[in-house]
């Protein structure tokens, strides 16, 4: 599963598909953002 923050209103979901194209399920809004994972947040450093 991937995590998905809407750039909109905040919500934070998860997904099992990394089309950044969805609709936020609480705010209908496509301004949708992969989180990084704890590992590759340590790899960016």
Do not use: Q
């Amino acid at each position: 599963m991937t995590s998905f923050v809407c750039k909109e209103c905040g919500y934070r979901f998860e997904s099992g598909l990394e089309n950044r194209k969805r609709k936020c399920p609480y705010c209908g809004k496509e301004g949708i953002s992969r989180e990084l994972s704890a590992t590759e947040l340590l790899e960016e450093e």
